[in-house]
């Protein structure tokens, strides 16, 4: 077991022609020799297995560094998203739905971060979405069930949050057309994975499998996660996720 | 219902003439141009909501930028909470009590942030509590009781932790007197669901009962957070909540 | 009972003669006399408490700072960890550590602080741990009850997930000798409490115990953190802690 051990770990830390890390930091020679070899091989390696997309995981590492407030994180996984095919708009729509699922700072701090790149790449007014869009069609039957569930577990505690989760949310950020369902779904279970938040991940990794988030990608977004979140809210998803794959597969 | 939520958005969203946010970002319509139609449609109205005072918002939300250490929110809502009616003296304590309940590292950024604001307004050392004020009367029975608890829970795992509770906690940090237990409660509590911690929110919320924060106040002090914390905290605390309120309204 | 608690305190805010913090900022006493106050009673007097070295005290205030990325917090701290003798190659593989259990984004905040401090103290690469060291030996009975059961459980989730964790952290990380495993576990127990992650405390734990740990340094250990980490993460480490104890010392 050992040579296979030790075979895995010198492909892993192997530095990854053409993939080298837009993440590295001058003073880590200095200070985490050893944190810079991860870095250049199992963390660049991370990058290109298969089961998620580069793209998705461009959007899975931006939610992650919006929702645990990262701005120094921010300027090269923003800039590699938009190397990856995340469109400025998608970016811009990214950063618009953690202000809800993240915490409106959150939103305030990448917008902030996302200025200067937005700006060294050109990118103008008309490449983002419109501030009222045209929103996607309503499932109606879906959403009056949600509303039906929050209703009852929600109203008798808040009927204001009742009330913003339905307007502003589920009939308003959600059906904004910029940024997929699916996509929405994997920013919204991503955050949720990295703020350590599993009681809403059964409802959410459900809708995201619903919007067309496959097995083996949900898969990949957690074990992604663990290096851009910390292994620990890694392995807090796992239960949660592994329930949620087994009643949807049950007879 | 749909012509309902129509409605309900446009009002929402229309610019609330005089309460124009003091947090508005010159960068938001560069990034994220509908960011910034939420964030002059719905958060402003937000704070006219009636349930829960322009002030009390105020003391809500600068716990959760302390608790979720968010610098860069930090001046805006500190202005804006000195504008409310939050005294100096009270924000003063209040950055002293997070630092227990949200950590030293965050009430020392917390200082950092309002050393300028306080400088700019000339607020001085007059104005601020005492180091070592007369303390408010300590209600005995109620802290026998609540000593007896911690004792029975945390004695047999951490005597200090227990020693502490009471000597800098109860007997001495709440009984400071420039800030009321009451909004002293509601710090507590919007730091706890602000940091996802809902384990202790039973006790402090039915403590910032005791202390005279209403239901009706508690609901919105979640509706609020959801903003400021992000919607995943506010769903998070209201079983916990749910279920002290009725436990306290049970016959 | 009172005059207990007044000598208590007295003792407590008393000015630690030869400990001043080397955490006292210019603009407390500015914004918070109280704040100033209790950090030269009560906190300075937390650093000299029984049960837990200054030097283990460093590390678990080091790794709480990191896991909560508080990149003001960390030139004191670090520099307070290195005055009280934890290593520059111990400080270099606890943040190369909590790359892992904190997040890659805090481990490289973490090294933007710690290059200025290594550089101001003349820190040079030979006092670094190499990037690829010989490894410890594997306990390889232990081992393979840890991965059948993180197989057992993460296995059906996220592969991806189970082969990092064997290969990247408990055949590769934990082994790097520049930290000792009993090291390791206290940086790691430390960053579970401090990011309020208790469900997977009782496995650190243990491992933190058999790997040298004290009970009674556990025990300090959450106390010391109810400080940096906020009281709500002290107190919710608890119950957990307790179940620990209690199962390692059932007959």
Same mark, same amino acid.
Request: charged content about 20%.
């Given at each position: 077991m050992k040579s296979i051990t030790a075979l895995a770990l010198a492909m892993a830390l192997a530095p990854a022609a053409g &993939?080298?890390? #837009?993440?590295?930091?001058?003073?880590? #020679?200095?200070?985490?020799?050893?944190?810079?070899?991860?870095?250049?091989?199992?963390l660049d390696e991370l990058w290109t297995r298969p089961g998620l997309s580069a793209r998705d995981r461009s959007v899975v590492t931006v939610?992650?560094?919006i929702t645990r407030n990262q701005p120094s994180m921010m300027p090269a996984q923003f800039r590699r998203a938009l190397d990856s095919g995340v469109k400025p708009a998608e970016l811009s729509e990214i950063i618009t739905h953690l202000a809800f699922y993240a915490?409106?700072? &959150?939103?305030?701090?990448?917008?902030?971060?996302?200025?200067? +790149?937005?700006?060294?790449?050109? +990118?103008e007014t008309d490449q983002l979405p419109a501030a009222a869009a045209p929103l996607l069609p309503l499932d109606e039957a879906q959403e009056v069930r949600?509303?039906?569930?929050?209703?009852?577990?929600?109203?008798?505690?808040?009927p204001g949050l009742v009330r913003d989760t339905g307007h502003v949310l589920f009939r308003d950020l959600w059906l904004r057309p910029d940024l997929a369902p699916r996509d929405r779904s994997l920013v919204t279970v991503s955050a949720l994975i990295s703020a350590g938040q599993v009681a809403q991940v059964p409802f959410h990794l459900n809708r995201a499998m619903d919007n067309g988030l496959t097995r083996e990608e949900a898969s990949e977004v957690i074990s992604h996660l663990a290096y851009y979140a910390g292994w620990p809210n890694a392995f807090s998803a796992v239960p949660v996720a592994r329930e949620v794959f087994e009643k949807r597969t049950a007879p």
């Amino acid at each position: 077991m050992k040579s296979i051990t030790a075979l895995a770990l010198a492909m892993a830390l192997a530095p990854a022609a053409g &993939n080298a890390s #837009s993440d590295v930091d001058g003073d880590l #020679s200095a200070v985490a020799p050893a944190l810079q070899r991860y870095e250049r091989g199992v963390l660049d390696e991370l990058w290109t297995r298969p089961g998620l997309s580069a793209r998705d995981r461009s959007v899975v590492t931006v939610a992650a560094v919006i929702t645990r407030n990262q701005p120094s994180m921010m300027p090269a996984q923003f800039r590699r998203a938009l190397d990856s095919g995340v469109k400025p708009a998608e970016l811009s729509e990214i950063i618009t739905h953690l202000a809800f699922y993240a915490g409106w700072g &959150n939103a305030m701090a990448a917008a902030d971060a996302a200025a200067p +790149i937005f700006a060294e790449r050109g +990118i103008e007014t008309d490449q983002l979405p419109a501030a009222a869009a045209p929103l996607l069609p309503l499932d109606e039957a879906q959403e009056v069930r949600r509303a039906a569930t929050v209703e009852q577990t929600v109203g008798p505690v808040s009927p204001g949050l009742v009330r913003d989760t339905g307007h502003v949310l589920f009939r308003d950020l959600w059906l904004r057309p910029d940024l997929a369902p699916r996509d929405r779904s994997l920013v919204t279970v991503s955050a949720l994975i990295s703020a350590g938040q599993v009681a809403q991940v059964p409802f959410h990794l459900n809708r995201a499998m619903d919007n067309g988030l496959t097995r083996e990608e949900a898969s990949e977004v957690i074990s992604h996660l663990a290096y851009y979140a910390g292994w620990p809210n890694a392995f807090s998803a796992v239960p949660v996720a592994r329930e949620v794959f087994e009643k949807r597969t049950a007879p």
